[in-house]
């Protein structure tokens, strides 16, 4: 059934009048079963928030006495950036297979405590630092022509497992994906390798890229460096607990719905979502050909140091999109505006941790005070509408295998039966708002334009307990708009909480203007101290 596209013509109206009639029901009838629908979804967030009030403290004790750090930093050379060293390496000052073999022993100390490795691959990465340093005994090249056409020679990365690296695991963390290889580099994978850096391996993701806590049954659970009874964050949790644990200076991450930026604050680190379609997709598992898809997917940096950002962002988007974008342009802060939000206000979310709407407002009086930004008190209040707008997907198989999974049988964990169960949910209880998001997306581009952000929290506590992830879906709020409506978000590490987790704060700004979110992260970092490593 429809409705006549010119029914409100004078002349259709005389004609169809009895249509019309039937189209107005039609559209009443349309009404009431939306508002049963929002209303029936506005219950389960309710039972929702109430599990996580009531199950917190069996979490928290079942995981007393357990807590496990990974070891302090002994070698300096973790410590620095990844602009700094590629700059020692073209100077000769450090050689590549020094660095490479320090951050091997790292990874190695670390591994057995956080659980962050699919795939290693040490032996080669040490040849091709070996011959990064012969290279350079013999090069005539000058280092500003280094710096152009290989600005990551001889440095380390890590890279998440689903971005595809040549040779080694791709299996999305299924078992019926076990011993798959990647034939070739993913596009942002080679865009990295050919600019000089060195892969020491593949990292921990779920199954399906499909939930925020990283676990699958193949590689098993990845930990929190700062608290092993806690998440890393997903689904590029392999990426953040690496980072976190000083044992890579920059990785390659995905996000789809933030899982780049919720292992980015879990892990105390900085990480970007670029704008969407910036950054070629092109090698990564999963992939969808679908339009929405490619606008929602977003391949993207995480690091230790927020300069790493830009020059990272810099290789992955290619010269004439750096041009376009500015990146090589200064932003000048005191021209900004600076707009800000600490909570959804919604009875149906749990609230944002007091820590990081403290850090919020530090961050705007930093802004404010020390680089003369321009602080705006226009709130979006469309931004309530965030969890409805997430993308929706279909599993015929999704009662048989949700039961299988219960009892073991299935292939799939109870986390990404979870990630199928949402998306049944919202297909079947939320309501169109197309119209809600339109207005949404419209009023957060007229405010922020080409020179402001928007200051708001990443997730809505630090990591939680594993599994406490089944009850705190809904903090996905925060992150889920930036993908919607294709804006670059990051990242920015806001020290250590009272229990010793890192917290963080989301930068969000128009599509394309990726640049003010980095000069914000890089400013902010002089604010709360930036990565702070596990104690």
Excluded at 223 to 228: E, K, L, Q, S, V
Excluded at 339 to 364: G, H, T, W, Y
Excluded at 427 to 438: W, Y
Aim: charged share 20%; with cysteine; proline share 4%.
């Amino acid at each position: 059934m429809g409705w006549s596209k010119t029914s409100g013509h004078a002349n259709s109206a005389t004609n169809n009048k009895p249509n019309n009639l039937c189209n107005n029901k039609t559209l009443e009838l349309l009404g009431i079963h939306y508002i049963i629908m929002d209303f029936i979804f506005s219950i389960l967030l309710l039972i929702v928030k109430v599990l996580n009030v009531v199950t917190h403290p069996l979490f928290v004790y079942f995981s007393k006495g357990k807590k496990k750090t990974v070891p302090p930093i002994r070698n300096d050379l973790l410590k620095i950036s990844a602009t700094d060293l590629a700059a020692k390496i073209r100077k000769k000052e450090l050689p590549s297979e020094e660095i490479c073999k320090a951050y091997i022993e790292r990874i190695k100390e670390v591994n057995p405590v956080i659980n962050a490795i699919v795939e290693e691959r040490f032996q080669q990465a040490l040849k091709e630092a070996k011959n990064v340093d012969d290279y350079l005994t013999k090069c005539s090249l000058s280092e500003e022509d280094l710096v152009k056409i290989k600005p990551l020679l001889g440095v380390p990365i890590t890279v998440k497992e689903s971005c595809s690296l040549q040779g080694m695991s791709l299996t999305g963390g299924l078992i019926n994906r076990t011993g798959y290889k990647a034939e070739s580099d993913g596009e942002a994978v080679a865009r990295l390798k050919t600019s000089g850096a060195i892969p020491l391996l593949v990292s921990n993701t779920p199954e399906l890229c499909g939930w925020v806590e990283t676990t699958n049954f193949i590689t098993g659970r990845t930990n929190n460096p700062y608290d092993t009874t806690c998440t890393s964050g997903g689904s590029s949790g392999g990426e953040g607990a690496l980072l976190g644990a000083g044992a890579s200076v920059i990785g390659l991450g995905s996000d789809i719905a933030g899982s780049i930026r919720v292992p980015a604050m879990f892990n105390g680190i900085f990480g970007h979502k670029p704008t969407a379609r910036l950054v070629s997709i092109k090698g990564h598992f999963p992939y969808c050909y679908d339009e929405k898809f490619k606008d929602a997917l977003l391949v993207g940096p995480m690091t230790r140091y927020a300069k790493d950002l830009r020059l990272m962002m810099k290789i992955l988007v290619g010269d004439k999109q750096t041009a376009h974008l500015k990146l090589n342009q200064e932003v000048d802060i005191s021209k900004l505006k600076v707009f800000s939000m600490d909570n959804s206000k919604s009875i149906l979310e749990p609230p944002v941790q007091d820590e990081i709407k403290s850090a919020i407002r530090d961050a705007v009086k930093y802004l404010s005070k020390q680089c003369g930004a321009k602080i705006m008190d226009h709130k979006f209040k469309e931004l309530q509408y965030a969890l409805t707008v997430c993308a929706k997907d279909e599993n015929q198989n999704l009662f048989v295998e949700t039961l299988k999974s219960i009892f073991g049988q299935s292939d799939y964990s109870w986390f990404v039966m979870q990630f199928l169960i949402l998306n049944k949910v919202f297909d079947t209880f939320v309501s169109d708002h197309s119209r809600e998001v339109a207005i949404m997306k419209k009023e957060l581009l007229e405010h922020l334009g080409d020179n402001g952000i928007l200051i708001y929290p990443t997730m809505l506590s630090s990591a939680v307990k594993h599994y406490e992830t089944f009850f705190v879906s809904s903090g996905i709020s925060y992150l889920i708009i930036a993908n919607s409506l294709g804006l670059p978000a990051t990242n920015v590490p806001c020290g250590l909480d009272k229990n010793g987790l890192p917290i963080g704060i989301q930068i969000i700004a128009a599509p394309n203007q990726d640049r003010l979110c980095l000069a914000v992260a890089e400013e902010l970092e002089k604010c709360f101290g930036g990565w702070i490593p596990p104690q």
